[in-house]
């Protein structure tokens, strides 16, 4: 008898259209994500947030300023904005190549502060869910760690995830 009624509901359902996938559908878990502009310095590929990023312009010309810290490359006329350029690598202790074909200038807009970064090489925007974002490694220099709020995997390179802000508290400190 119960079998009778299973199949008499069942029918009904085809009738109406309804099936089980449909009455029970999987609820699909979309993971946040994060997009970042992924750049070189050196050997080694950081990433930053898109939102922090306002645009990313080939080096002409970086005028050097004169009694700035070491960190501060010069500074960039960017269509009549002058901006200070900052030495990532200086930064983090990375050698020294000088500017390439390749090299570009980051500009960075966080809470009104703009400038710009100077890096190796911009290569491509990877959108990367936050489930997938590891803590900074712990072989960081503590110094440079605070430079760094994590890491992931984005293809075959290993991303180190820029904090911006800071990377421009370093220039509003000197």
Known sequence: MPEEQAKEQNNKQQELGLYEEDIYEKQEVR???????VFRLSAEWYGV?????????KVETITY???SPQHISG???VRG???????LKKIFGLPQEGLTENSRVVVI?????ETGLLVDEVDEVVEVPLSKIDPALTTIAPEK???????????NKLIGILNIDKVL???LQT
């Open 145 to 155: 760690s605070e430079y760094i709020n994590g890491e992931c995997q984005a293809g």
């Open 65 to 67: 300023l004169p009694s």
């Open 31 to 37: 993971d946040e994500v994060v997009q970042l502009v």
């Open 169 to 171: 508290g370093v220039n």
């Open 75 to 77: 500074i960039v006329n």
């Open 81 to 87: 904005n002058i901006l200070s350029v900052t030495d």
């Open 109 to 113: 807009d966080s809470a009104g502060i």
């Open 49 to 57: 947030e898109i939102s922090k990023a306002k645009e990313v312009i």
